[in-house]
Every structure is written in structure tokens, then in C-alpha cells.
């Protein structure tokens, strides 16, 4: 299963340290996951030979379901692994116009999909659907019901999921958030794991391409201090290269950024033609970065898998009864594994 490039938050790898670990590093973790970032990855890459999604006998799509899962049973079962995924709500009014731009991109690349098909060009067909697509309302509810029947926690952000994730990782209540993009950074998270993956490799959908990952670990404070910056200026730093609220200033990626900051301290003291390109509600998305949003009204707790309600659903989407047998011999594993631990831990208490 290949991890998907999202082209998705603010663009900072060029100056983000960071650390190369294997999945036995995160063994017996807690990530705190973007849900949608997570479930756009299965459903972009787990289709058909010709692009088409995997879908259940009445036609509803079931790539994400499939992808989620098989990743997720499997993290938990071999690598002890626990999750709680966040659920983006209500978009900011800020954020209308990016999405605005992916749907015209989803509808773009859906047009040339279908273009590839009547033609018989299966490649181009295949890659063009990794970008057709979008979750509907429908897919999500399948997604938080099989959550629910596999006993893994999941929380409704009131608007960016990425910032409730940073909260619950800031309260000590998970590890780390669990992530494709460096937002979460920038929403003050103490710690961001990328590349979650299996396989260890990444489509490019753009350049038709798969390259190897591994999965890395960015502390927050050792981003800061490296670049000797505070939180505030890689905001700042971020609103120049651009964020999923503003466009960057043409000609800035992260390095003259940082440069920029560095020098200048802040963008108020940026020199004048730079300053005038900035949007003039710089200051407002300066804020919704180091003041989002969020909610404490939420559990992180896993609860006992419903395993034959599990069936069922699973059943009424189409999986074979090979790949729901093993989805739940691996839940079963996991809960015996808990109650071990737990009275474990009452013996020694």
C-alpha cells in the first residue's frame, strides 16, 4: 500500500529537522491522527486497474474502508500501536477559497480521467483518479461507524483537525499527532510523526513516480531551536511561503523565508515591498495558527470491539469473508493483548 501525497497545509520541508526512525520506534505509541488526510490516501490509491474505486455490491465506495482498516488492525496488532482519529469540522470562512481551488483540481483531474478511459490509456487512467475523487458525507459516516465497531476512538474537531490534534498531543493525552502535513507545527503540536506506513514508499502521483519512506519524527522545540526561531515567526515564516489560508508572496519558498524573518524579526517590520505583497488580514491568520479553536470535551479511550456488528458492516460493504476474517482475528489478538496487560498492571499495583 503506498502512502499518498497530499498537496495539502504549508510546504516546509527544506528546513524542517528531522528524525528517520523505523516503525519499531513508535511501538506501543499513541498518535492522534488527521482523519481526512489519512482516508484521501486509501481512497486516491486503492482502486481498480483502470482507476475506478473499490466499491460494495450497491455501489458506495469502499477504498477508504479497505485502506483504514487493514493499516490500522495491523499498526495495533504487530507494533502495539493506538489511535485516536480527528475529524476536520466546519471549515474556517479563510479556508473556503483553498478548498474551492482542490475541488476545481479534483474536477479537473476527474474530467481527464474519464478522457483516459474512453481512450484506453489504463496508466494515465490510473494515475489521474489518485486525484478525482473526494470524501463524500456518506464515506465519512462509513469511516466513524467502522471506527466505532473496531472500539478505536475518534473526536470531532469544532474546525481544523489538525489543530485539535496538536491540542490533545500538548495536554500529554497522545504522543504525537499523525500526519502528511507540517500544519500541526504551526498549531503548536510538541510532536509530528510522518510516513505511518507499511510499505515504506510514496506515490507522486505527479511525476508517476514511487520513491522509499521511512517514517520521521519532528520535535517542535528542536524545530525552533535549530532554526532559532520562536512559534510565532515559523508562523510568520509559514504566511509567507503560503498556508491553506493565504497565498505565499511569488518568488518566497522556506528558505528565503526563514532568511527573511530572521533578518526582520517579524512581518510588521518586513521592508515595504515585501510588506505590501502580504494579505491584509495577515494578522487574523497569525492568530488562527497560535489560537485556534478547539475543544477539551473529548475521550481518547479505546473501547471493546463490537466484532459481530463489525461483520455485518463489513459484510453489507463487500469484503470478502477472508479479509473479514482477518480484520478480526487481528482485533481479537489486540483485545487479548489488553486485558493481559491490564491485569498485569492490577497485579503489580
Do not use: C
Request: glycine share 6%; no cysteine; aromatic share 8%.
Amino acid at each position: 500500500m503506498f502512502q499518498f501525497l497530499n498537496e495539502m497545509g504549508t510546504i516546509l520541508t527544506p528546513i524542517i529537522p528531522r528524525r528517520i526512525v523505523s516503525l519499531d520506534h513508535l511501538r506501543g505509541k499513541m498518535l492522534a491522527v488527521d482523519a481526512y488526510v489519512e482516508l484521501y490516501q486509501f481512497l486516491a490509491l486503492i482502486r481498480l486497474p483502470d482507476g475506478e474505486p473499490l466499491r460494495a455490491p450497491n455501489g458506495r465506495i469502499t477504498s477508504h474502508l479497505v485502506g483504514l482498516a487493514f493499516r490500522l488492525t495491523r499498526l495495533m496488532v504487530e507494533y502495539g500501536m493506538r489511535f485516536v482519529f480527528v475529524f476536520d469540522g466546519p471549515p474556517h470562512p479563510l479556508k473556503l477559497r483553498e478548498l474551492e481551488r482542490r475541488r476545481a483540481q479534483r474536477s479537473k483531474a476527474l474530467r481527464e480521467w474519464r478522457e483516459a478511459l474512453a481512450r484506453g490509456d489504463y496508466e494515465t487512467a490510473f494515475s489521474k483518479a489518485v486525484a478525482a475523487l473526494s470524501l463524500t458525507k456518506e464515506m465519512v459516516e462509513d469511516a466513524k461507524r467502522m471506527l466505532d465497531l473496531m472500539g478505536v476512538p475518534w473526536i470531532q474537531a469544532p474546525h481544523d483537525a489538525e489543530a485539535q490534534a496538536a491540542y490533545i498531543v500538548s495536554r500529554g493525552d497522545s504522543w504525537a499527532v499523525g500526519s502528511k502535513d507540517y500544519d500541526s507545527l504551526l498549531y503548536g503540536a510538541p510532536r509530528l510523526v510522518r510516513y505511518v506506513t507499511l510499505t515504506g514508499t510514496e506515490y507522486l502521483p505527479s511525476k508517476g513516480i514511487v520513491r522509499p519512506l521511512k517514517p520521521e519524527i519532528i520535535e517542535l522545540n528542536e524545530v525552533l531551536s535549530r532554526l532559532r526561531i520562536t512559534r510565532q515567526q515559523l508562523v510568520d515564516l509559514a504566511i509567507l511561503v503560503g498556508t491553506d489560508f493565504n497565498e505565499g508572496i511569488k518568488g518566497i519558498g522556506p528558505k528565503r523565508a526563514l532568511k527573511l524573518i530572521k533578518t526582520y524579526g517579524s512581518l510588521e517590520r518586513l521592508p515595504r515591498n515585501i510588506r505590501e505583497q502580504l494579505p491584509e488580514n495577515y494578522d487574523e491568520i497569525r492568530e488562527i495558527f497560535l489560537n485556534p479553536p478547539v475543544t477539551d470535551k473529548y475521550s481518547i479511550e479505546p473501547r471493546r470491539p463490537d466484532l459481530g456488528g463489525l461483520a455485518e458492516f463489513l459484510r453489507e460493504r463487500g469484503f470478502s469473508e477472508k479479509r473479514i476474517r482477518t480484520i478480526l482475528d487481528r482485533l481479537s489478538r489486540i483485545t487479548v493483548t489488553a486485558r493481559e496487560e491490564s491485569l498485569e498492571r492490577w497485579l503489580q499495583s
